[in-house]
């Protein structure tokens, strides 16, 4: 989010440096790996809305850095009928293409996969390479003048007479009429008595695993809602990618401190990803996981955190669902830099309801 957030800003003529802890395309924080679901279905139409923007600014990045970055393959949701109707009311209502299958149909036109009960379709969705994003967003940003300087730790962030401070690990001090701040998981840590009205974070490590299949870049991104053949809450996620289909339990890891995990995925939890494997992906070999892990930084509603407080501005929360609109909270945030009001429910504010 913060190399969106830099692209934007220095597109726009702002004097940009970006400042991140580890070196480029590293591992510890959400933004790894070769694949994030990109869709348009959403129960909320302001959600709907803010993906649809994103397609022609994650085009506009390719464009501008030449490199391919969203493959539009469709999606699939399957689950109980009322989910899968919901979506597809909002998609029609916000005059996008959608269609209702039954999982007779599905299965023939997507055989790697059983849908459960009802599906729909959407052509407007497919994956996002995130390594190659997060790349992208940096080159770009740097192609407008940015610096990007890898390395380099924050370790005290303040405000002093209107304009913000940062003192870095290695004892440089910066200080700028405004800052981004979107550090991930490091949200609570850094940012708590901080800023008024950020609500609670829960940080999880997540632990997704890759399963080989012969046609992995075939597959539509899909989503197994739970309710009808899937007990589970939180429900599944999946996607074809480079490194084979990727599935995912949704925001069911444990909590963890970004700075002291194992980040090793739990022999149940892979057991578990294996069985759901097993029994609803007959396209993948559920016998020969690659697992992995990755942070969700979780808000109690599942709403991002985009506002601005005097010279701060926060880009937090993402809530396992951010990756796809990252071009759109690069914008959102440039916005706000510039004087706008936070969007929709994206604002600091009273306590959040779960
Ligand atoms: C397993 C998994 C699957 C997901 N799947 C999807 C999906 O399919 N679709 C989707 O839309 N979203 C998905 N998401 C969510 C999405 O990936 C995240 O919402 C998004 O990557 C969050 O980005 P971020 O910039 O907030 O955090 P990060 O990418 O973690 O960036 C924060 C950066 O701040 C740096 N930082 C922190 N503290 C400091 C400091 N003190 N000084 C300097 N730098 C600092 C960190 O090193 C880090 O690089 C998924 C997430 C996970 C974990």
């Known amino acids: 989010m913060g190399s969106s957030a830099a692209w934007h800003l220095a597109a726009r003529g702002e004097q940009v440096t970006l400042l991140e802890q580890f070196g480029p395309g590293h591992d510890r924080g959400s933004s790894h790996g070769s694949s994030r679901i990109f869709r348009l279905a959403y129960a909320d139409p302001f959600y709907v809305s803010l993906a649809v923007r994103a397609l022609p600014l994650w085009r506009r990045l390719e464009a501008e850095t030449g490199r391919r970055v969203l493959e539009l393959t469709g999606a699939v949701d399957h689950g109980p009928a009322a989910a899968t109707s919901a979506l597809h009311d909002v998609l029609r209502a916000a005059g996008r293409p959608a269609e209702l299958l039954t999982p007779a149909q599905a299965a023939e036109r997507w055989p790697g996969l059983l849908a459960d009960t009802t599906a729909l379709f959407h052509p407007e969705a497919g994956r996002v390479h995130a390594d190659r994003a997060v790349a992208a967003f940096q080159q770009a940003a740097r192609q407008h003048g940015a610096h990007i300087r890898h390395g380099v730790k924050v370790t005290r962030l303040s405000v002093r007479g209107g304009r913000a401070e940062i003192v870095t690990a290695d004892e440089r001090t910066f200080t700028a009429d405004s800052v981004v701040v979107a550090v991930g998981g490091w949200a609570p840590g850094r940012l708590s008595g901080l800023l008024p009205g950020l ?6 490590q997540e632990q997704p695993a890759h399963f080989p299949a012969a046609d992995a870049l075939d ?9 009808a053949g899937l007990a589970d809450e939180g429900g599944i996620y999946g996607l074809g990618s480079d490194d084979g289909v990727k599935v995912g339990f949704h925001g069911v890891g444990p909590v963890v401190d970004p700075d002291h995990r194992d980040r090793t995925v739990a022999p149940r939890a892979l057991a578990e990803v294996q069985r759901y494997a097993e029994r609803w992906l007959p396209g993948v070999d559920p016998t020969a996981p690659v697992a992995s892990t990755c942070l969700y930084t979780t808000t109690p509603d ?13 880009l937090a929360g993402f809530s396992g669902h951010g990756f796809k609109f990252a071009p759109v909270i690069g914008e959102l945030a440039a916005d706000l830099v510039g004087g706008a009001p936070a969007r929709g429910p994206f604002a600091l504010g009273p306590p959040r309801a779960a």
């Open 199 to 204: 609500p609670a974070m829960r940080v999880t």
């Open 302 to 314: 599942h709403h991002f955190v985009v506002d601005r407080a005097g010279p701060l501005t926060v």
């Open 219 to 227: 597959w539509p991104s899909f989503i197994h809602h739970p309710g």
